[in-house]
Structures are given as structure tokens and as C-alpha cells.
């Protein structure tokens, strides 16, 4: 089979050189094996998603030298996201609590102080109808946890090796806020269902979201890919690098007559024994790709 993966940027601010290099790897990955390119666009965050961010997204792919196979919007999803939700709500994964961000922020502190990890203590669960009610009835919104196996999840990482999560040492994720908004987990995981996605490669910052995501993948009764966790770029503070604050942003190095090409040969040589220098052309990047 031929791998099918995604770059799934947010519309809500610029493409720096840190997203960008994972546009890369996806993409030279794909170009490799022969595969299909997917360009998600996670907007669910419909207040600060843009048209304009998007487009320069896809401006900067292009000038990039990055074509993709297919497009979709996550706003244009909201109905099959909510299936799912009722999916997980049926089957008993799907759980509402009703804790405000500050009592939330009080029991961890608590935890943190007693020298325990801040988990959530599941007190969701432990509510009945009637408190349920009383609840709703102060005019309180429940949002959404997923219930984690509290085992232990394994995976063979195709960067890291092998890869191994404790989900009892992790909260119960928040699927859907009490506004009923999606958080970026349950459309992630659906999108990839539905898209057949055979490869995630990401930044190792998403390695212990990796654990809860196969939970909800096999929730939803659909087949795991296999996942992929790059190095992270950081600037010279150590800290990552924010799309918020323009950091290497594509139009100011296109603005400073840098070439795309020698942006694609440094990202993705970078932490490799290969001498980092310009490719006569993408496809000897895509070659030399390992």
C-alpha cells in the first residue's frame, strides 16, 4: 500500500520554518514511496482562523515547491465530528464534567503541592443524574473527557523506536469544550480515519498526545497508522519557534530573496550525516530521502 500522510497546519497565524520542515518531511516521505500529499486545514478554531492565513499557507507550499493531492477544511466537518462524539458518548468513552477552569487550576495545584502529578480525579464520573442536573441547573456547561484505559500504550515509532505511554499518568483529554467546540484531538483522529491516513509524522512534541490518540483510534474502531515524531526546531533562546510571532515566517525569507529551494535543502538535511547544501530540484531531495 501506498502511504497515504498529512500536513495539518491551523490557519490562525504565518508558516515558519518549524511547521514548515514538517510540510517536509510528509511531503518528501510521500514524493518517496510514491504516496498521496494531504493538506488538512485544521480551522475548527473558527474565531481566529482566517482566509487570508490560509491562503498564504497555500501560497507558501506552492512557492515551496510542495504540490498536495488533496484539500479539506475541518470546518467543513463539524456534523461528522459530532457523530463521532455520539459514537464515544454510546459506547461509554465520552464523559461530561462540569468543573470551572478555575477549580480545575485549584486541584492541581493541590496535587502539584501534596508531590502527586496533576491528573484530573475523575469526579465527572462519579456524578449521578440528579447532581448532574443541579449542575445544568446553576446554569453550568459540561465539557468533555475521553476515558482513558489507564494502561499502558505501545508503539514502534519510526524515528524514536520503540514507544511507550502510561495513560493512567495522564488526565483524561477534553474532547469538546462546554461551549461545544472540538479541541484539535477527536477532529485529528477522525479526519485521519477518513482519510485513510497510513503515516503521521509530527513534532516529538505530540509523543505523549500519541498514547490518548490510539485510545480514541480504536474507540472509533479505526486502524492505527503508523506514527513518526521529528526533532523539534528551536530558536537560539532553546524555546520552539511561534508562528505567532513571525519566526522565519516563509513571506519575510521570500521578502529577503532567499530561494525556496535552499529553505527545502537545509530543513531537510538538518540533523542528518548528508552535507548540508542546495538540491538541484525537489524530486533529488525526495530521492535522497531515508
Known sequence: MKPIVRFAPSPTGKLHVGNVRTALMNWLFAKNQGGTFVLRIDDTDVERSTKAYEEGIKTDLKWLGMDWGKTFNQSDRFDVYQAAAEKLRA??????????????????????????????????????????????????????????????????????????????SLSDPVL????????????????????????????????????????IFKALGGGLPEFAHTPLLVGKDGKGLSKRLGSLSMDQLRDQGIEPLAICSLLAKLGTSDPVEPRECMDVLAQEFA
Do not use: M
Not at 128 to 157: C, M, T, Y
Open 91 to 168: 459506547d461509554g468513552f465520552l464523559y461530561p464534567c462540569y468543573e470551572t477552569a478555575e477549580e480545575l487550576d485549584r486541584q492541581r495545584k493541590i496535587l502539584r503541592a501534596q508531590g502527586k502529578p496533576p491528573v484530573y480525579n475523575r469526579d465527572g464520573l462519579k456524578l449521578s443524574d440528579e447532581e448532574r442536573q443541579k449542575l445544568e441547573a446553576e446554569g453550568r456547561k459540561p465539557h468533555w473527557r475521553f476515558k482513558l484505559s489507564g494502561k499502558v500504550v505501545n508503539w514502534n515509532d519510526l524515528v524514536r523506536g520503540q514507544q511507550s505511554v502510561n495513560t493512567a
Open 176 to 215: 469538546i469544550r462546554a461551549d461545544g467546540s472540538f479541541l484539535y484531538t477527536l477532529p485529528s483522529v477522525v479526519d485521519d480515519i477518513d482519510a485513510k491516513i497510513t503515516h503521521v509524522i509530527r513534532g516529538e512534541d505530540h509523543v505523549t498526545n500519541s498514547g490518548a490518540q490510539i485510545e
